[in-house]
């Protein structure tokens, strides 16, 4: 089987930087993905990595060490829309995706 | 371009009742998924179709839930009869061929009484 640990929860200011961890054990893996999720909607894609190291988009950025099982999504200048719940997810080799929980992030002024 | 479809967007029925979910995929996506999100947790898999073929199933309460893909582009996700804990966010997401991003539909939010 597979696990995913993220935090449960994270505040953060507006303007500031926030990291949001992610572990996973997994068998096959063949990629980790971020979704941002607003409360009531769908998920939607923010970043997928394949190989180590990061991954910058904007705002955005995503680090991948497949050695240690870890992940990470930094969020740079929050804004205000960026409170949402961010899912962690894990893709086998097997065409399997398992999410984690998720980490609802507050951004307050 | 079109997103994922999905309908309805809200059901509500009594325990013991059949309800059916209906999801069209982005046009030329392969891969489906049908997934179910619980409040304050990450979607589920349900079942994972390739085309018209199921290839993923092993999460699929078989008891009660059953899913079709015909022709391989719409698929239905029912339920019968619902049970209380069924009530949560049933998901839709497509794949285009050889890609891995999935792309979401805006869910059914279902609640059983």
């Known amino acids: 089987g597979q696990n995913i640990d993220q935090p ?3 505040t953060a200011t507006e303007g500031a930087i926030v990291q949001i961890n992610c572990t996973y054990q997994t068998s096959g893996f063949n990629g980790l993905f971020w979704y941002q999720q607003h409360a009531g909607e769908a998920p939607t894609f923010l970043s997928y990595n394949v190989l180590d190291g990061l991954e910058e988009k904007g705002r955005f950025s995503s680090f991948l060490s497949r050695s ?6 930094l969020l740079k200048e929050l804004q205000m829309k ?6 962690c997810a894990v893709n086998t080799n097997a065409g399997k995706s398992t999410f984690g929980d998720g980490t609802t992030l507050t951004v307050k002024p | 371009e079109a997103g994922v479809v999905q309908s309805p967007r809200y059901k509500i029925i009594e325990k013991k009742q059949p309800v059916a979910f209906w999801c069209n995929p982005i046009s030329g996506h392969n891969t489906l998924y049908w997934y179910r999100q619980n409040l304050g947790q990450g979607p589920e898999l349900l079942i994972r179709y390739e085309n018209e073929e199921a290839v993923d199933d092993s999460q699929l309460p078989k008891d009660r839930f059953s899913a079709e893909r015909l022709k391989g582009v719409d698929s239905t996700l029912k339920i019968q009869p619902a049970e209380l804990g069924d009530s949560a966010v049933y998901l ?3 794949v285009p061929g050889g890609q891995e991003t999935q792309y979401f539909g805006p869910g059914t939010r279902l609640l059983v009484l």
């Open chain 1, 82 to 87: 960026d409170s949402a719940s961010y899912l």
């Open chain 1, 8 to 10: 449960t929860e994270m």
């Open chain 2, 92 to 94: 839709c997401a497509s």
């Open chain 1, 68 to 73: 240690k099982g870890y992940s990470y999504l």
